[in-house]
């Protein structure tokens, strides 16, 4: 019901550099368990900021709550300088600007690959249906994928599915893409073809926020690397030195815990 | 299985002995089953038949001369059946939805409305049809109201569709509930509105999974249809008691009977295809 609109994005002026995404101290729990204690994260335009940590210390969490699934406790969070975390916000117009892609993949099971992909554009953003299967078309090619437009989901592997998932975030040109552990649960042999997709992206300069466990991944396509543990960013930095070199004990200890489950 | 295509290998001598075998115990079974199917039913039939009150049976309900006579007005009557049927099917299926997604609205302001739509499906519900029939088609009357109906055929009809729109959007509400929030979570992080995302993503999949479940109760309503003969309202039902009543003959009785059957068999049998194939699909998707 707010009057917010599109218009009411980048507040500051042209030239200063505000960060596409800035979350600052954030806070949420779920009952008694804290679950983000304090988080604050800024990711520049063009940048990518991958998330690692154990199973539980917040990652998919801290994502939900940027794309406004999630309602946070405490703490601001901004895109492009707008504060999202204001009750006035829609959230609906705020998460058409950012794309979220899962470790489940989610497409529609009852829709081609096709209308997967134009739902979005047609519903929310009111695309007609020639012009947005076109486009749609156009990036299933780019991505290897144009001789799936007709099937179902769950024609294709679990490889396919979630590169149909990434295009369709991509499909409404959000500002921002989440991905939170996108090839969790895939085969090996299946991940690389999706990794493929995501340094795509990167080279394309979409801005990011990745969670993984891939830690050769993470280095190639990270510009910031951050260690969460129990609902804090306990290490952060360029993914040389986090991820070969940290600091912390804690941070060690879980990429040593990483490597010998043989994802290094 | 005997055909080999071009790329298919030649079955080896042992595959061929198996076959055979195979072939000879299907055919084995199929001859037992059929024999015993035989032996039941025909034991069945001479034991009907043998009895002592058969003739008397035979002449009051199964005579198809009689039969044959009152086969137009019973048919006439089945036909209004399956009139208030469709009427009935499109009410039930606007009521039943709005009470389902009332039930399963989440937003606050959507409170009241929620437990209205408990109460009302908690009562239609927990009243046998029957009972709901008579309070309607003779309570409503009884009021006096001005500008509301006195026909029996739209009271009946109504407290029909009254009752069944409780027990459909029970049915559509687990079809709702059973969609795995992540497909939520999916469409509305692409921007989809909360109404959208019902519309196009919740919807589809959820009424799709309990379709089998709504021909039940398809079937169960063109059936139920016939009870509003009790305000007097000439359907099957209605018309043969009338020419039995008549004649002091039950053959009209079987007569109605034999006309919903040929209504109800090829619907029950396509629920079951449904529901097959639903089951399949849904075992398909267990492994991703
Ligand atoms: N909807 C929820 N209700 C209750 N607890 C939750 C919910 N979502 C997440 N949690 C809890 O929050 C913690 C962090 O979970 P999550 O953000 O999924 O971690 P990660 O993605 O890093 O594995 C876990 O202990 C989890 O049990
Ligand atoms: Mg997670």
């Known amino acids: ?104 993949f989610n497409l529609f099971p009852h829709l081609r690959v096709l209308d997967n992909i134009t739902l979005a554009p047609r519903r929310v953003h009111g695309v007609p249906r020639d012009r947005a299967e076109a486009a749609g078309l156009a990036l299933l090619e780019r991505f290897g994928l144009a001789d799936k437009a007709q099937q ?86 360029e993914p040389e030195q986090v991820l070969h070199d940290p600091h912390e004990p804690a941070t060690r200890d879980f990429l040593r815990r990483v490597h010998e489950a043989g994802r290094l | 299985m005997t055909t080999t295509g071009a790329g298919t290998p030649q079955p080896s001598a042992e595959e061929l002995r198996r076959r055979a075998v195979r072939q000879r115990q299907a055919r084995r079974r199929t001859l037992v089953a059929g024999a015993s199917s035989v032996v039941v039913l025909g034991a069945l039939a001479a034991l009907v038949v043998t009895s002592p009150g058969w003739p008397v049976v035979q002449e009051t309900f199964f005579d198809w001369a009689y039969g044959r006579e009152v086969l137009p007005a019973v048919f006439e009557g089945l036909l209004l059946n399956i009139r208030l049927t469709i009427i009935a099917t499109v009410c039930i299926a606007v009521l039943g939805l709005g009470l389902a997604l009332a039930r399963t609205s989440t937003a606050a302001a959507l409170a009241p409305l929620r437990i209205l739509a408990t109460v009302y499906v908690d009562l239609f519900r927990g009243v046998p049809t029957l009972l709901v029939i008579l309070l309607v088609g003779f309570g409503v009357p009884a009021l006096g109201l001005a500008g509301v109906t006195s026909s029996v055929v739209v009271l009946g009809t109504t407290a029909v569709i009254l009752t069944y729109s409780a027990y459909v959007a ?64 000439v359907d099957a039902i209605r018309a043969a008691q009338i020419e039995s009543s008549r004649s002091f003959n039950y053959t009209p009785y079987v007569v109605a009977a034999l006309l919903f059957l040929v209504l109800t068999i090829p619907l029950t049998r396509v629920t079951d295809r449904f529901m097959l194939r639903s089951i399949a699909r849904q075992n398909a998707q267990v492994g991703v």
């Open chain 1, 1 to 104: 019901m707010s009057a917010a609109g599109p218009a009411a994005a980048g507040t500051t002026g042209p030239g200063t550099t505000t960060p596409v995404l800035a979350v600052d101290d954030v806070h949420k729990s779920f009952g008694t368990e804290q679950v983000l204690r304090g988080v604050s994260l800024a990711v520049p335009e063009h940048t990518v900021t991958v998330l690692i940590g154990a199973s539980g210390s917040g990652k998919s969490t801290l994502l939900r709550c940027v794309n406004l699934l999630t309602r946070i406790d405490d703490g601001t969070i901004r895109l492009d300088g707008r504060d999202i975390s204001d009750p006035e916000v829609d959230p609906d117009e705020v998460r058409r600007q950012i794309g979220m892609v899962f470790q489940s």
């Open chain 1, 152 to 237: 179902y989901p769950d024609r294709l592997s679990g490889g396919q599915q979630q590169r149909v998932a990434i295009v369709r975030s991509l499909a409404v040109a959000p500002r921002l893409m989440l991905m939170d552990e996108v090839t969790s649960a895939l085969d090996p042999v299946l991940v690389n073809e999706v990794l493929a997709t995501v340094r795509e992206l990167k080279g394309e300069g979409m801005t990011m926020v990745i969670a993984t466990h891939e830690m050769g991944f993470a280095s190639q396509v990270a510009d910031e690397v951050c260690f969460l543990e129990s609902g804090r960013i306990l290490e952060r930095g």
């Open chain 2, 170 to 233: 029970e049915v559509l509400r687990s079809g709702i509930l059973s969609v795995h929030p992540s497909q939520s979570a999916a469409a509305r992080s692409l921007g989809l509105t909360a109404g959208q995302t019902l519309r196009h993503v919740v919807l589809p999949q959820g009424i799709r999974r309990v379709v089998p479940p709504l021909l039940n109760d398809f079937v169960s309503l063109l059936k139920d249809t016939g009870l509003i003969s009790v305000l007097g309202v």
